[in-house]
């Protein structure tokens, strides 16, 4: 069974753009990003649109739908009345480069600044031992396909560009906790994410863990224990009392 939708579709360059209506054929079991396409092939052969796997699991096709941040491949066209203008416009908080595609390469210059795991020196490849517990807390942070929805909702960067100079956003801050929890990784991190990329700028308003495909509880299990982490450290008054012994003896041996 076929109808016809109506589709209001952003077309642009550069952030210069407005919204264009479209009447496109819809059929049973399609998926938005199969709109898209059609709409290509038949109306718009120059409607720029990022895509790569078309199962979910590569990121690539994010993009705002109906205002929601969505991966077009796995919104099913049966989830609207078939009266609905359906709007799809592209990731709000990245630079559009043409259409639905946007700039996302401050993803990739924040995941540089990170550094990678780093194991102690003495330990070999090979000889890691890990309770299972710690090897399921790292599985559920590495189920992220890199869509980037969670840092395009967060209000910090989606609202303020200010401010991403020095926000991470969850994405990284998620990666920044992993590392930290790894049993066997020796970096300190706890520091580097509340000074460097931003973790207290972070409200914990669970709209990154709302858009997560992955459905990864990134603010419950990265970023609240990330942040009591930090909070142990800077205010706890035993572990306060204790560093401060420590730089004592330390300076007097010295």
Known sequence: MSYK???????????????EDFTVEVNEGEVVLD???????????????????????????????????????????STFSEDEVITVTPMRTFPVIKD?????????????????????????????????IDVERSQE????????????????????????QSFAGPRFLMRIAELDMH????????????????????????CCTEVCPEHIKITDNALIPMKERVVDRKYDPLVWLGNKIFKRSSSKTG
């Not at 579709?9 to 550069?14: A, L, T």
């Not at 942070?141 to 980037?148: A, M, Q, S, Y």
């Not at 969670?150 to 910090?156: D, E, G």
Request: proline fraction near 5%; hydrophobic fraction near 30%.
């Open 5 to 19: 939708a109506k589709f209001r579709v952003w077309r642009g360059e550069s952030g210069e753009g407005k919204l």
């Open 100 to 132: 639905l595609v946007t700039d996302v390469s401050f993803n990739y210059e924040k995941a540089r600044q990170i550094p990678s795991f780093t194991p102690p020196k003495d330990v070999k490849p090979g000889e890691y031992r890990m309770q299972q």
């Open 35 to 77: 709109i898209i396409h059609r709409l290509q092939a038949t109306q718009a052969p120059d409607l720029a649109v990022r895509w790569n796997c078309k199962a979910g699991k590569c990121g690539s096709c994010s993009v705002e739908i109906n205002g929601k941040p969505r991966l077009s491949c796995m919104t099913r066209m």
């Open 141 to 164: 942070f590495r189920k992220c396909i890199e869509c980037f929805m969670c840092n395009n909702v967060c209000h910090v960067i989606r609202d303020h560009d200010e401010n991403k």
């Open 183 to 206: 049993p066997y990784d020796v970096a300190d991190r706890k520091d580097m994410a509340q000074e460097d990329h931003g973790l207290g700028y972070c409200n914990i308003t669970k």
